[in-house]
């Protein structure tokens, strides 16, 4: 979509369907050419000035019938198709998927099994918490992780409402092994902020890399 016009996706946006597969078209060429199996499908926001409840229905349908195209496009090059939540009370007020469930039910409809659950514990913290359960419960259908520390967005040691090595020995014991994106602000120097990946290695018997120092 078109930020600077306020877009944040169009997938879920009635009347840009046009433009959804246009942006997927180049999405695609630009993952092919990067080697990123994964893309990310942006719901899009309630359209300004109008009542989210009176058009969730159009929203839906619309963000259906343009995941499964997505999914369809998606499954010829060997690529999975990810919607994310972003919270709604902090983060965008308008964006039209805000909770795990809504996303669930969605792709539940949607049915193609190339389409997964980003999920941002950042915004599932704000709309839910309950994050060991939604873990639990939505693990199959989740396609990648992402952190950042609850309120402040920071790295996931700094100060906030998230136990994050809890939280990394719950995701290895349910099986996860995909990648966990890190999508938060550093407070200040990037790497002096990756300190505490470093410090959870060594709490795990692993260095520098995740490499185990017994295989050494």
């Given at each position: 979509g078109d930020q600077e016009a306020g877009e944040m996706g169009l997938a879920a946006v009635p009347g840009r369907q046009a433009a959804f597969r246009q942006g997927l078209a180049a999405a695609v060429q630009y993952a092919r050419a990067?080697?990123?199996?994964?893309?990310h499908l942006m719901a899009g926001r309630v359209p300004m000035g109008a009542d989210r409840a009176a058009v969730a229905g159009e929203m839906e349908t619309t963000f259906?019938?343009?995941?499964?195209?997505?999914?369809?496009?998606?499954a010829q090059e060997d690529m999975i198709g990810l919607v994310e939540p972003i919270n709604n009370r902090i983060t965008d007020p308008r964006y039209f998927l805000n909770t795990p469930h809504q996303a669930a039910a969605?792709?539940?409809?949607?049915?193609?099994?190339?389409?997964?659950?980003?999920?941002?514990l950042?915004?599932?913290q704000i709309m839910d918490g309950n994050l060991s359960r939604?873990?639990?419960?939505?693990?199959?259908?989740?396609?990648?992780?992402?952190?950042?520390?609850?309120?402040?967005?920071?790295?996931?040691?700094?100060p906030g409402e998230?136990?994050?090595?809890?939280?990394?020995?719950?995701l290895?014991?349910?099986?996860?092994?995909?990648?966990?994106?890190c999508e938060y602000a550093p407070?200040?120097?990037?790497?002096?902020?990756?300190?505490?990946?470093r410090s959870y290695w060594q709490s795990r018997g692993l260095q520098h890399g995740g490499t185990s120092k017994a295989a050494k």
């Amino acid at each position: 979509g078109d930020q600077e016009a306020g877009e944040m996706g169009l997938a879920a946006v009635p009347g840009r369907q046009a433009a959804f597969r246009q942006g997927l078209a180049a999405a695609v060429q630009y993952a092919r050419a990067v080697g990123c199996p994964r893309i990310h499908l942006m719901a899009g926001r309630v359209p300004m000035g109008a009542d989210r409840a009176a058009v969730a229905g159009e929203m839906e349908t619309t963000f259906i019938e343009n995941l499964r195209y997505a999914a369809d496009l998606l499954a010829q090059e060997d690529m999975i198709g990810l919607v994310e939540p972003i919270n709604n009370r902090i983060t965008d007020p308008r964006y039209f998927l805000n909770t795990p469930h809504q996303a669930a039910a969605i792709l539940e409809k949607v049915g193609r099994p190339n389409l997964k659950l980003q999920l941002d514990l950042f915004h599932c913290q704000i709309m839910d918490g309950n994050l060991s359960r939604n873990l639990e419960t939505y693990f199959p259908l989740i396609g990648h992780i992402q952190i950042a520390q609850v309120p402040g967005r920071h790295e996931p040691d700094s100060p906030g409402e998230l136990n994050f090595p809890y939280i990394f020995e719950l995701l290895e014991s349910l099986g996860y092994t995909g990648y966990v994106g890190c999508e938060y602000a550093p407070k200040g120097d990037t790497l002096e902020g990756l300190g505490w990946l470093r410090s959870y290695w060594q709490s795990r018997g692993l260095q520098h890399g995740g490499t185990s120092k017994a295989a050494k």
